[in-house]
């Protein structure tokens, strides 16, 4: 699992380089997640990780575990992202079941789920500000493979995916990921 935590380490520090420079004006920008500005997704982000971190602590929590209110973004990510990883590190943290208001799910699972909220809302961050968001091809290839066996159709029905996007099959690993996710891979203009 030791891979899994470093690809955690990696996904946290491309987003902490994707946020360190938002400026305020910038927060408001809309992102390919219709219902949430860069502010919003930023916040959803920090508190997911918070999520992610206080169930692997043994704590039973809601979706969203944190608000950033007017904290320091870069500060409020850094924050949670080194939490969580140590979380993941804490002996038997791959252990068992992980249970979250969505559903319980095998630890090694929620670790891959935690892993696709980092990088999947770092797309959405950098899109939204128009800047490079190329995922990883390591990272998106690992998260490819973890989400294609898998029917997302019930969480589509309630909200937190979109529908699958049409995509060739031949397409790089992260944008069959952002489409399986229900998001429309941009292409560079």
């Known amino acids: ?4 935590i470093d690809a955690l380490d990696d996904a946290y520090q491309h987003c ?8 305020e004006t910038q927060l408001a920008l809309p992102t390919p997640c219709s219902q949430w500005d860069i502010r919003a997704t930023i916040d959803h982000l920090v ?8 169930v692997n602590q043994g704590q039973a929590v809601g979706e969203d575990a944190a608000r950033i209110a007017d904290r320091d973004r870069i500060v409020a990510l850094r ?9 993941w590190r804490i002996p038997g943290a791959f252990d068992g079941q992980r249970t979250y208001p969505f559903g319980s799910f095998p630890a090694d699972a929620a670790a891959m789920m935690n892993l696709s909220e ?7 961050v950098a899109s939204g500000l128009g800047v490079d968001a190329t995922i990883n091809p390591v990272l998106a290839a690992m ?3 973890f989400y294609r066996p898998i029917s997302l159709d019930l969480y589509r029905a309630h909200g937190a995916f979109g529908a699958e996007v049409p995509i060739d099959p031949s397409a790089a690993p992260g944008d069959r990921l952002l489409a ?3 998001r429309q891979p941009r292409r560079p203009s």
């Open 1 to 4: 699992m030791t891979a899994l």
């Open 16 to 23: 902490a380089k994707v946020v360190v420079g938002i400026d």
């Open 47 to 54: 508190g997911a990780t918070w999520m992610f971190t206080l």
């Open 79 to 87: 924050d949670a992202a080194a939490a969580n990883t140590a979380s």
């Open 118 to 124: 980092v990088v999947v809302h770092t797309w959405d």
């Open 143 to 145: 998260l490819e493979e």
């Open 180 to 182: 399986k996710l229900g």
